[in-house]
T-cell receptor, first 114, second 115 residues
Framework: DVKVTQSSRYLVKRTGEKVFLECVQDMDHENMFWYRQDPGLGLRLIYFSYDVKMKEKGDIPEGYSVSREKKERFSLILESASTNQTSMYLC?????????????FGDGTRLSIL | AQKITQTQPGMFVQEKEAVTLDCTYDTSDPSYGLFWYKQPSSGEMIFLIYQGSYDQQNATEGRYSLNFQKARKSANLVISASQLGDSAMYFCAMRGNSGYSTLTFGKGTMLLVSP
């Protein structure tokens, strides 16, 4: 089974802090994704990566950056956290090139910015 | 651009009954895939079922089936014989033909199964 591990289930940070959310997958997947989930809005794509050191903006990249130095690890960075970034963050991975393959998700990080 | 619409914010069903969760989509891609995920209150996203746009038959996975009507651009999830453990948020998602493997998600439907 694919295992996607997010470093924290719950995280509380202060406004202005630099926040790192870490995600690791164990299936050698090329593609990795970061979403945020808010009530009534579903999942929205922040950034994704299709290879090491490659990144692409999703639908809502403002206020975020990402890093992918190793294939198995994809980090989401909040450069200066703000209260409107309080949300549930979900990481996912999937194999390259298979149209029918689902994305596999981690358990999520509930982030609160105070 | 792709769009997924789930018009039911919440649904109630009694245990052992069947329930249909609605999903309509919009895309200009000739080839696409449709996915359903379940999210229990614990937060993890669980993949349930996939339907390809060129698949001739509706997808089935155990108690889950997908009622795919291509002309109507709908991909409704049918859960037969509901169980208490089916209480969760359900998301419909689409992957287009952009060359990237991104998914577009709907806003979800909360399903509550009562005894």
């Amino acid at each position: 089974d694919v295992k996607v591990t997010q470093s924290s289930r719950y995280l509380v940070k202060r406004t202005g802090e630099k926040v790192f959310l870490e995600c690791v997958q164990d299936m050698d997947h090329e593609n990795m994704f970061w979403y945020r989930q808010d009530p009534g809005l579903g999942l929205r794509l922040i950034y994704f990566s299709y290879d090491v050191k490659m990144k692409e903006k999703g639908d809502i990249p403002e206020g975020y950056s990402v890093s992918r130095e190793k294939k198995e690890r994809f980090s989401l960075i909040l450069e200066s956290a703000s209260t409107n970034q309080t949300s549930m963050y979900l990481c996912a991975s999937m194999e390259q090139g298979q149209h029918y393959q689902p994305q596999h998700f981690g358990d999520g990080t509930r982030l609160s910015i105070l | 651009a792709q769009k997924i619409t789930q018009t039911q914010p919440g649904m109630f069903v009694q245990e052992k009954e069947a329930v249909t969760l609605d999903c309509t989509y919009d895309t200009s891609d000739p080839s696409y895939g449709l996915f359903w995920y379940k999210q229990p209150s614990s937060g993890e996203m669980i993949f349930l079922i996939y339907q390809g746009s060129y698949d001739q038959q509706n997808a089935t996975e155990g108690r889950y089936s997908l009622n795919f009507q291509k002309a109507r651009k709908s991909a409704n999830l049918v859960i037969s014989a509901s169980q208490l453990g089916d209480s969760a948020m359900y998301f419909c998602a689409m992957r287009g033909n952009s060359g990237y493997s991104t998914l577009t998600f709907g806003k979800g439907t909360m399903l509550l199964v009562s005894p």
